[in-house]
């Protein structure tokens, strides 16, 4: 069936450089995607989101890219701190009423000092 | 801030018993959701509410039910806990109004034990 998934569960980086996390997904009617951050013991939160009619968002640190051709999404961090180690989920709204989000299985970051 | 609580963050119970799972948000939001989390499965999604008193089953109902009385409050009643619920538990909202109307806004989690 179709779903959203992760290239890569972990992601191992060294502080200071830039992290990218990638995410498939494969329902062409999604109109809306979030990336969220999972701190260990903790519920997620969210960090950015995008709609299907932008390619590219900023916030503070993060840039989230849309290709919707080829149906990635990625999330890149910039200047990575240990503090960004978390388990990070991407989730799209497949057009569905309610604001129902079907969520990927999540990518392991750890930042190393 | 959207501040979405709930009320236990660790919770032991035994098997058979019945279980309550409350979750409350203070931005008025119209939709609210439980999720269920376990490793390699990522979130599922077990029951949501678009309104006060009405519900819709999510991809894993069995063994759950919901209660929304209040607008703020969103319950999830375990009936006979069994040890294949150990989890952790997930409660969300969001608002169908405004841009960025389907962001889900989560508590922290209740991790709960069934022995």
């Known amino acids: 069936g179709e779903s959203v998934g992760l290239h890569l569960p972990t992601l191992s980086v060294q502080e200071g450089d830039n992290s990218i996390i990638n995410c498939a997904y494969s329902?062409?009617?999604?109109?809306?995607f979030i990336w969220y951050k999972q701190e260990s013991g903790k519920g997620p939160q969210f960090i950015i989101d995008i709609r299907s009619n932008m390619d590219k968002r900023q916030g503070q640190r993060v840039t989230v890219l849309l290709n919707k051709t080829v149906k990635h999404l990625s999330l890149q961090i910039a200047a990575t701190q240990p503090g960004d180690s978390a388990v990070y989920f991407c989730?799209?709204?497949?057009?569905?009423?309610?604001?129902?989000?079907?969520f990927g299985q999540g990518t392991i970051l750890t930042v190393h000092p | 801030d959207v501040k979405v609580t709930q009320s236990s963050r660790y919770l032991v119970k035994r098997t058979g018993e019945k279980v309550f799972l409350e979750c409350v948000q203070d931005?008025?939001?119209?939709?609210m959701f439980w999720y269920r989390q376990d490793p390699g499965l990522g979130l599922r999604l077990i029951y949501f509410s678009y309104d006060v008193k009405m519900k819709e089953k999510g991809d894993i109902p069995e063994g759950y039910s919901v209660s929304r009385e209040k607008k703020e409050r969103f319950s999830l009643i375990l009936e006979s806990a069994s040890t294949n619920q150990t989890s952790m538990y997930l409660c969300a909202s969001s608002s169908p109004q405004g841009e960025g109307t389907d962001t889900q806004y989560f508590g922290p989690g209740t991790r709960l034990t069934v022995l």
């Open positions: 931005m008025d939001h119209e939709n």
């Open positions: 989730a799209e709204n497949r057009g569905t009423s309610y604001g129902k989000l079907t």
């Open positions: 329902n062409s009617a999604s109109d809306y």
